[in-house]
């Protein structure tokens, strides 16, 4: 099965040691999702928009685990989408987003950046 992550999970990022028994297919664009910035890590809606990706081959005991990081509370859902490597499965974020920061530029290694003036 695959998994695709847009934050905290990607290489270099905070929860990447998530992602040790993951296989790195490549890099990935969606559209269709904005990505807001939460805090410490984002979340993805759907709306009009394009955000930046990295798909993995998982295992089903690292989705099991990334489902118990993930989708306690009802913070996120799972939804399956379509990438080049095939299927794989979106963690999309469940509450409100007003008064989050959208990030415009869709990725969230670039969330600091500003816009050109």
């Known amino acids: 099965m695959r998994i695709i992550v847009y934050g905290s999970l990607r290489r270099k990022q905070g929860n990447s040691h998530w992602m040790t ?10 559209e269709g999702f904005a990505l807001y910035n939460l ?3 984002p979340g993805v809606v759907e709306d009009d928009g394009i955000v930046f990706c ?4 998982i295992d089903a005991s690292t989705l099991g ?6 989708t306690k509370n009802g913070e996120y859902k ?14 999309v974020y469940q509450r409100s987003i007003a008064g989050r920061t959208r990030i415009a530029s869709g990725d969230w290694l670039k969330r600091d950046d500003l816009p050109e003036a």
């Open 78 to 91: 799972r939804q399956l989408i379509q990438t080049p490597y095939g299927s794989a499965w979106l963690y």
């Open 39 to 41: 805090g410490h890590y």
């Open 54 to 57: 990295e798909v993995y081959r």
């Open 65 to 70: 685990e990334l489902d118990a990081l993930r």
């Open 21 to 30: 028994n993951a296989q790195w297919l490549g890099d990935h664009q969606i």
